[in-house]
């Protein structure tokens, strides 16, 4: 096994720095008029994100005890408290920009988008909290809206909305709109993200393809909806118009309806889409049907030119499942189902600790060749919630020994086995609550 791009001991280094960027900035921003961590205490701002970095699943009072932190936990809390849960997100900026992912699919990165919730202990007066006729005591949960490179296995931008103003799109937008896609961009998305505004939105961000599965029922795009149910490759060109005037009637474009007056209150069963581009507007994407071997059709919309055949697309759109696997990590593996807060504020800040640690995990594992041995039928790859756990370890270790940390990821690995497919089976889960905690 070998590091190629850089030792556990450089990543470890790099996120320290992120630390110390993000902890400088805040103090820059508010040390006139904020005496947050002015004095000298055992528990200093960047001590505290350490700690939150590398918390696994047990009760506060084991991890500040295993931590080796000789304070309560009402201590830590109230330290913690100081600490806006966007410190967080500027460490987690400031960790990827430091380090390089360089695997691409010719050229392309490739980032897969989804939302997953992480629920949370029950407080009604709480943003998060929901509320239904299903569910009459209610519930709290955040919605998690990250852009996955599922080459590289790392999260590279988020956002994070309270469950009852979950808006996925929006989510995807607001990314593209706030940050710069430098390099070469793929992004793949699931039918939660057809979307007219959605698709302008990626047509007009620099650098940026999409790959998005499209329904091919009634409730298909227009254009999409009149194409035969058979394996196809072509394009679709259409006008999106939000006015009914007699030429775009008879131009035949595509209208879209939105709620224009934001004073005006609109009936519920009012179908309206977000649109935040001129009217008209043309739209020209290409459309790929490939048929699955159960005998059903998929459909997918993108921006992809020719030169990505067909059989790549399937290929590149398969590679989504991977965001899904990283959310299994993110929850158990790195204990997003074991929180130690109750506010929404806190819980966010380990949505962001549970994203760096993963990346943190992630590009060390990435750079662990596991060696072959031909007696075996299967390939192995790095077993990643055991990875999970040495990193960590590691990087609460003072002075860790990379050669002995390597060898130890190398130890744990799994057979890969291409082209499995598992029905999805989708169960409600539950805040685990804070007396109910692993020993360890």
Not at 60 to 83: C, H
Request: aromatic share 10%; charged share 25%; net charge positive.
């Amino acid at each position: 096994m070998k590091i190629v791009n850089s030792t556990p001991n450089v990543l470890k280094d790099k996120l320290d720095i992120a630390i110390q960027k993000a902890v400088a900035d805040y103090m820059a921003d508010y040390k006139l008029n904020n005496p947050n961590f002015s004095r000298k205490r055992v528990l200093t701002m960047d001590k505290v994100i350490k700690l939150l970095l590398s918390m696994q699943g047990g009760s506060l009072k084991k991890e500040l005890y295993d931590a080796g932190i000789a304070v309560t936990a009402s201590a830590f809390v109230q330290q913690r408290d100081k600490i806006p849960w966007t410190v967080f997100e500027e460490v987690f900026e400031h960790f990827n920009n430091l380090c390089k992912d360089t695997k691409t699919y010719k050229g392309y990165k490739v980032l897969a988008i989804d939302g997953t919730t992480v629920n949370m202990a029950r407080n009604p007066k709480s943003s998060s909290f929901v509320k239904n006729d299903s569910t009459p005591k209610g519930y709290n949960q955040l919605h998690v809206n990250p852009l996955y490179d599922v080459l590289n296995k790392t999260y590279q931008y988020c956002v994070v909305q309270p469950q009852p103003q979950q808006d996925e799109v929006g989510a995807l937008t607001f990314m593209l709109d706030w940050y710069d896609f430098k390099e070469k961009t793929l992004i793949v998305g699931d039918r939660g993200y057809e979307s007219y505004n959605a698709f302008a939105h990626l047509q007009n961000t620099p650098n940026t393809d999409f790959l998005i599965r499209v329904k091919q029922d009634h409730s298909a795009m227009r254009e999409i909806g009149k194409l035969p149910m058979t394996e196809l490759d072509t394009d679709v060109s259409f006008t999106i118009t939000t006015t009914q005037t007699k030429e775009d009637k008879e131009n035949g474009y595509i209208l879209l309806q939105t709620r224009k007056n934001e004073d005006r209150i609109y009936s519920s069963k009012t179908r309206a889409g977000r649109w935040d581009f001129p009217s008209p507007y043309p739209m020209t994407f290409r459309v790929v049907r490939f048929q699955l071997e159960t005998g059903e059709y998929e459909t997918l919309a993108t921006s992809l030119p020719r030169s990505i055949t067909l059989a790549e697309i399937k290929e590149l759109y398969h590679s989504r499942w991977g965001i899904e696997t990283a959310f299994r990590e993110l929850k158990y593996g790195l204990g997003l189902v074991n929180l130690h807060g109750k506010k929404d504020d806190f819980v966010k800040q380990e949505i962001y600790s549970a994203m760096i640690m993963s990346n943190f995990c992630s590009r060390i594992a990435n750079e662990v060749v596991v060696r072959k041995n031909e007696a075996n039928v299967h390939e192995y790859k790095v077993n990643m919630n055991m990875a999970i756990h040495i990193c960590r370890q590691f990087y609460r270790t003072q002075n860790g020994d990379e050669k002995q940390l390597l060898k130890d990821i190398a130890r744990y690995t799994e057979p890969v086995r291409p082209g499995r497919r598992d029905e999805r089976n989708i169960k409600a889960k539950s805040f685990v609550g804070f007396i109910y905690r692993v020993s360890a």
